[in-house]
Structures are given as structure tokens and as C-alpha cells.
């Protein structure tokens, strides 16, 4: 049989594949760096040759990797890394690295990149996947607080004035932040989110380049409290030398600014720059009017986007969490409608068989567990029981006695059981 020559093939893969490659040899020659590794790092082909023969110092995770793979011959796995690429980009990355020894004795080492960029940004921002711009149009308010966090916010916009919005976390201050940003009249080029619970260096380096720029961005520095007072002091710098340039400045704290002043966790100075205006989100028990409607806006997506049945919760669940304080306000009822509804099937409203056990645990609404345990293993006055019907009570006692000690955690008593999230979620589903 004629041996194929599939070079070709390879290279096609190469550049298709929606993952990042980069290959070098122990010389710093690089011999692989397909598309999506030029996306993730917004360098060509030459500039990243540059970069690992003259060791900048840019992106050098990925070179300290290759080279201790090379020393080790040992593959490296699950290496996050977060960085700001060429194109002002944030970016995060799962690098995996491995070596590898070619035919004619070549040793390489080769670093496979996965984008979990998006995974990220939704972590710390669930309550932004909308799949559309947040406009204020899209905020579910009909509360009489969140009407005037709104109209506040849009007298932001209209002035472009520096805003400072304090409120407990999850209360979707980023929401209003960026309804801020398209309710401008004069529109600006970019929304730009700083987590500042991230490398501050990092953080401060790119606010020192975007705002040098022509370009008009709308900055919102998210929970500028983390941030040292050195590193405060400096964007208070930034911020007086750039003043001309029509940017668009919002930042959010987690609590009151004055106990924040007096702890040292916010400077005085910084306050003072943003307290032009000072919006505060209320939180959730607050304005309980919005639960539901927040809830048939959520489903009203999913059955938009998904094509499910669901039409909203039965009238004891909608009673529980009418009544609930939500100590995580929307995000702590959007991620457990999250979980709800990874359960749905063909329902058309949500019972209480739905409702997470965490949750439960957290209303005290599981029944108590009984640490006597001598009733599932006293065989002297009862009649034989079907097996699986048996193992399904000592499961079922045993799962409750693992939550219990987690205090509701589904993701922690499914990893202390040894097995997986969904699959807890279904036996406790099934009950």
C-alpha cells in the first residue's frame, strides 16, 4: 500500500483546531503557533520568535513551562493563566505542556491552550449573560429603590459624571454600571470591566494604557476596595492627568464608604473624586417585588433560548423564595435557578422535588436526620425488603448525613462521596 504523505493534513488541523498550539525546540526556535494561539495572544508568528529568543518578559509563563519540561522531561497539566494580551485583551488560559521527541531525536516541547476566558468573566459576572447589551431596558425593576437607581443612573450618563455605586454583593451593580455605558448620548468605544480583586500591577498597567488613548472607553473598576491604597492613590493620579480625555468612570464598593474610609480600605481622596454621585443598590430583601419578575424574565429566557416548557415556579416554591432573604441577592437566585434548571426536563412548572437540597438545607426545610441508624440495619422484626429498594434507603441516609456535614454544599459532598455534581443532583432528585 502507498504510504500517504498527511503533512498537509496536519497543518490544516493545525490551524483549524479551536485550541491554542505552540511548539519549540530546546534552542527557542518555534516551530508551531497555530491561529487560535495568535488569537489568544494577539502576536504574529515573528513577534512571539522574538519574544522567546530575546526572553521578554511580556507573557513568560508559557516560556518558564516549556523550559521546565525540556529540564524535566515530565508534562506539566492544568496551568491557569490570566494575562493581558497585544491586543488589550484580558485573556485566561488551562495550558497543558508536554515533551516530545521527534523521529530524527529532536526533543520539543509542545503547549496546548484552552480559552476559558468566557467561563471566567461569567463567574465573577453571572448576572451578564443575557446575550444581548445591558441596557436598562433589560433590567427587571419595578420596585420603587431599583426605579430610582435607575433614573439616578441615567442622570450619570446624561452628565457623564463619575459615579460611585455601593451596594452588597450580587446586587447587579455591574449591571447598572454597564446600562450606564450604553445609555450615554455620545457613545463611547468600549465598556472595560477592572476586577480588582486581581493583580493590581497587572490592573493598573492597562487603565495606564487605555486611558492615554484616544479612543473614549467607559471604565468601571469593580469593587475598588481590594485595591491597596497605593494602588488607589494611583488611579486618583491617573485619573486628575487624564481629564480631557472623555472617558467615563464608575466604580463599586461592597459597603458603607465612610466605615470603609475609617478601616483604610478606601481612600479618602478616591472617594472624593467619585462622589459627584453616590448610587446605592439596595439588595434583594429589600425590594421583593422584583423576585418574581425576575424570575419569569429568567425563564421567559429559557424558553426563548432553549425551547423548554417550564413556565415558572409552583405556587409553594414561589411562596419560599417570596420569603427568603437572599444574603446573595441576584446572583444567589440566578445561580440557583441555574441549578434548577440543568434538572428540567419536561416540567412545566418547578416543585419543591426540584429545589436543590442545598437550598432546602438552607431554609431548614430538609427533614432532620436521625443519627440512629440501628432501624436500617435490625433485621429481627421486619420482612425482607427488595435489595435495590434496601440500598436505595442506606443511600439515601447516607447522602442527607454527607450534606449535613458539608452544610448543604452540593459541590463539596459530591466530591467527598467521589462522585459527580450531576450525579448527586439526580439522586437527590429522584427522592
Request: hydrophobic residues 40%; proline residues 3%.
Amino acid at each position: 500500500m502507498k504510504q500517504l504523505d498527511i503533512t498537509n493534513v496536519f497543518e490544516f488541523i493545525t490551524e483549524k483546531i479551536d485550541m491554542g498550539l505552540c511548539a519549540i525546540d530546546d534552542s527557542g526556535r518555534v516551530i508551531v503557533f497555530n491561529k487560535k494561539m495568535r488569537e489568544l495572544t494577539g502576536e504574529s508568528l515573528e513577534q512571539v520568535t522574538h519574544r522567546f529568543v530575546s526572553q521578554s518578559l511580556d507573557f513568560n509563563l508559557e516560556q518558564n513551562m516549556l523550559q521546565k519540561v525540556f529540564a524535566s522531561g515530565q508534562a506539566i497539566s492544568h496551568v491557569k493563566q490570566t494575562f493581558w494580551n497585544e491586543n488589550g485583551e484580558e485573556v485566561s488560559l488551562i495550558n497543558d505542556y508536554y515533551p516530545f521527541t521527534l523521529n530524527d531525536g529532536t526533543k520539543i516541547a509542545i503547549q496546548f491552550s484552552r480559552d476559558v476566558t468566557q467561563q471566567e468573566f461569567l463567574m465573577d459576572r453571572p448576572l451578564s449573560r443575557y446575550g444581548a447589551p445591558l441596557t436598562f431596558d433589560i433590567i427587571t425593576a419595578v420596585s420603587k429603590s431599583m426605579k430610582q437607581v435607575i433614573q439616578q443612573a441615567k442622570i450619570a450618563a446624561f452628565g457623564r459624571i463619575p459615579v460611585m455605586l455601593v451596594g452588597e454583593s450580587g446586587t447587579g451593580k455591574d449591571m447598572i454600571a454597564e446600562g450606564i455605558h450604553h445609555e450615554l448620548v455620545e457613545k463611547n468605544d468600549r465598556f472595560i470591566t477592572l476586577i480588582c480583586r486581581r493583580n493590581e500591577e497587572t490592573l493598573l498597567t492597562q487603565i495606564e494604557k487605555y486611558i492615554a488613548e484616544e479612543k473614549k472607553y467607559t471604565f468601571f473598576a469593580e469593587r475598588i476596595e481590594y485595591l491597596s491604597m497605593p494602588a488607589q492613590e494611583r488611579i486618583i493620579e491617573l485619573l486628575e492627568s487624564y481629564q480631557d480625555r472623555h472617558h467615563v468612570f464608575i466604580a463599586s464598593i461592597g459597603e458603607d464608604p465612610i466605615d470603609l474610609i475609617q478601616n483604610g480600605r478606601l481612600s479618602k481622596n478616591l472617594y472624593y473624586l467619585f462622589s459627584n454621585l453616590t448610587i446605592q443598590v439596595p439588595s434583594l430583601r429589600e425590594r421583593r417585588e422584583d423576585i418574581k419578575p425576575f424570575i419569569d424574565d429568567y425563564f421567559a429566557r429559557r424558553r426563548s433560548n432553549y425551547g423548554i416548557h417550564i413556565k415558572g415556579l409552583a405556587p409553594e416554591v414561589e411562596e419560599l423564595f417570596l420569603t427568603y432573604d437572599w444574603p446573595g441577592n441576584l446572583k444567589e437566585l440566578e445561580v440557583l435557578l441555574d441549578d434548577i434548571s440543568a434538572l428540567l426536563t419536561n416540567e412545566d412548572f418547578v416543585d419543591m422535588t426540584l429545589v436543590p437540597a442545598y437550598f432546602k438545607w438552607k431554609l431548614n426545610k430538609a427533614q432532620p436526620i436521625s443519627h440512629d441508624t440501628a432501624n436500617l440495619f435490625d433485621f429481627s422484626h421486619q420482612e425482607l425488603q427488595p435489595l435495590d429498594e434496601y440500598m436505595r434507603k442506606v443511600e439515601d441516609h447516607y447522602i442527607q448525613y454527607a450534606l449535613q456535614l458539608n452544610d448543604g454544599n452540593i459541590s463539596q459532598t459530591a466530591k467527598s462521596l467521589g462522585i459527580h455534581r450531576q450525579g448527586l443532583q439526580y439522586r437527590l432528585k429522584r427522592k
